[in-house]
């Protein structure tokens, strides 16, 4: 069996764009697979807002438990948000040993301040550390790595809070510590643009609906002009759930109805029972404790 490692090293390998979405759960990662998704992203400010808090808050141990049910409900590689590191060179080679065991395919390691500031969010600030210490987190994140396989995403900031050279010059930096790719932040489609052709590594693009930046949004073909190789779609999934429960349960609230058409309702629950495998469960058993029951088949 392929291992995931080596698939997302396959796909980075063929060229092209590899399209990520965020996904906060197995739920919505199983999803995106079975829409064809060949790879998938664990983001920061998705689960931090899944588990109602914030991405700075979150615990090494909060992110592996949450990769690893991830990682095991599907048959695609997935990509971590590592933030930065959860502290010094020796905390991150910890944390890649973790998402490692935990069946992750790639982390990425970033260049803002332990521990991360809510105001991330809002400002960047002084937020992010010397470009020397961010290489030592890189460099020693590649030695701690079991698997030659696993992918190391170098991530910097210093575009938003320095200027574009000084995103290049750690991209740069990234790369010659061992970086496979490397995650950046353009702040216009000027940027946007010369990224690729001023880097040797590859590059991931951020696309966040809505971020107060400012930062271009590009579809995955405009990404694939650009010379691209990854797009992490950061924030989506979260934002449309959460827009679609709090509709669902103010109608739920001012009539007890969902407002949901039966048949849609009934076509919606199938589907997702095939995303959980509850067939193969039924199959199961069928042929051990439910075998001798004459009722078998009915719906209910």
Do not use: W
Request: with cysteine; net charge negative.
């Amino acid at each position: 069996m392929e291992r995931m490692t080596s698939r997302l090293r396959r796909l980075i390998s063929e060229g092209g764009l590899i399209q990520a979405p965020s996904c906060y759960d197995p739920l919505t990662a199983r999803i995106a697979v079975q829409e064809g998704f060949p790879c998938v992203a664990l983001g920061g400010y998705a689960l931090g807002a899944h588990l109602t808090t914030t991405e700075p808050l979150l615990t090494m141990t909060e992110v592996v438990e949450a990769a690893g049910r991830i990682a095991s409900s599907i048959d695609a590689p997935l990509v971590v948000d590592g933030g930065a590191g959860f502290g010094e060179p020796l905390h991150t080679m910890r944390t890649v040993r973790e998402l490692e065991r935990a069946g992750v395919a790639a982390v990425h390691i970033e260049d803002q301040i332990f521990p991360k500031r809510a105001h991330y969010h809002r400002e960047y600030r002084e937020h992010t550390i010397p470009a020397g210490e961010l290489a030592d987190k890189i460099r020693f994140a590649c030695q701690a790595r079991q698997d030659p396989d696993f992918v190391i995403i170098a991530r910097t900031d210093a575009i938003q809070t320095e200027d574009f050279e000084e995103g290049m010059h750690r991209a740069r930096l990234c790369a010659k510590a061992g970086a496979d790719m490397v995650m950046l932040f353009p702040r216009d489609d000027e940027e946007a643009r010369r990224a690729p052709r001023e880097c040797d590594v590859p590059l991931v693009y951020v696309n966040s609906i809505g971020n107060r930046a400012g930062r271009p949004y590009y579809s995955a073909d405009q990404l694939t002009e650009l010379g691209y190789r990854m797009v992490v779609d950061a924030i989506s999934s979260v934002v449309v759930v959460s827009s679609a429960i709090r509709d669902l349960f103010a109608r739920l609230r001012e009539t007890g109805l969902a407002g949901i058409e039966p048949s849609t309702a009934i076509e919606t629950r199938r589907a997702l029972e095939v995303i959980i495998g509850l067939d193969e469960h039924y199959r199961i058993e069928e042929q051990t404790v439910e075998r001798n029951r004459p009722d078998l088949g009915h719906d209910r």
